[in-house]
T-cell receptor, first 116, second 106 residues
Framework: KAGVTQTPRYLIKTRGQQVTLSCSPI?????VSWYQQTPGQGLQFLFE???????NKGNFPGRFSGRQFSNSRSEMNVSTLELGDSALYLC???????????????FGPGTRLTVL | KNEVEQSPQNLTAQEGEFITINCSYS?????LHWLQQHPGGGIVSLFM???GKKKHGRLIATINIQEKHSSLHITASHPRDSAVYIC????????FGTGTSLTVIP
């Protein structure tokens, strides 16, 4: 099976622009989670989707949004970009329900976003 | 406030040594994950635990739900084990430790 894919892998934007990142989960996986990783803050949870519904959301401003499609593919959007949004954005998929205690996550390679 | 605390932050070991990384958390959880991240960013899930102990090859993970503590052990460490190890817990959302940077010297 192909792994989790994320596009694009690298992206450079300027302040004030918006960006959309895409994640294709492993075939058959229905849960998708998004994370932000920065040198200063480490890994932080953005949101989690299951069957097109947002299940949980981390402590990020409303500029960060996401959605999941019927084929389980997911996108996240960041509007009005700030310098501090420069980070590695990681997507992970898992096969089962988010509340399952046996729902291993499989991570994609990430999208490295640079905001100038 | 850090919901997940890991120790040590950095660890250097000689090849063959037994290594322990510790994780303590302060929130109620349904599961705890141990992740491995190599330079370049790729993250691999090593273990997902909700109770007891799991073993994969030279890696062992344990969790004590009452004490809110987990340990990751690496037996017979090897230079290819050099990576950052991250503890993550699933409460009402995911919380992450700051990671333990492990270097294994030949």
């Amino acid at each position: 099976k192909a792994g989790v894919t994320q596009t694009p892998r690298y992206l450079i934007k300027t302040r004030g622009q918006q960006v959309t990142l895409s994640c294709s989960p492993i075939s058959g996986h229905r849960s998708v989670s998004w994370y932000q990783q920065t040198p200063g803050q480490g890994l932080q949870f953005l949101f989690e989707y299951f069957s097109e519904t947002q299940r949980n959301k981390g402590n990020f401003p409303g500029r960060f949004s996401g959605r999941q499609f019927s084929n389980s593919r997911s996108e996240m959007n960041v509007s009005t970009l700030e310098l501090g949004d420069s980070a590695l954005y990681l997507c992970a998929s898992s096969p089962g329900h988010p509340d399952s205690t046996d729902n291993e996550q499989f991570f994609g390679p990430g999208t490295r976003l640079t905001v100038l | 406030k850090n919901e997940v605390e890991q120790s040590p932050q950095n660890l250097t070991a000689q090849e063959g040594e037994f290594i322990t990384i510790n994780c303590s958390y302060s929130v109620g959880i349904s599961a705890l994950h141990w992740l491995q991240q190599h330079p370049g960013g790729g993250i691999v899930s090593l273990f997902m635990l909700s109770s007891g102990k799991k073993k994969h090859g030279r890696l062992i993970a344990t969790i004590n739900i009452q004490e809110k503590h987990s340990s990751l052990h690496i037996t017979a460490s090897h230079p290819r084990d050099s990576a950052v190890y991250i503890c993550a817990v699933r409460g009402n959302q995911f919380y992450f430790g700051t990671g333990t940077s492990l270097t294994v010297i030949p």
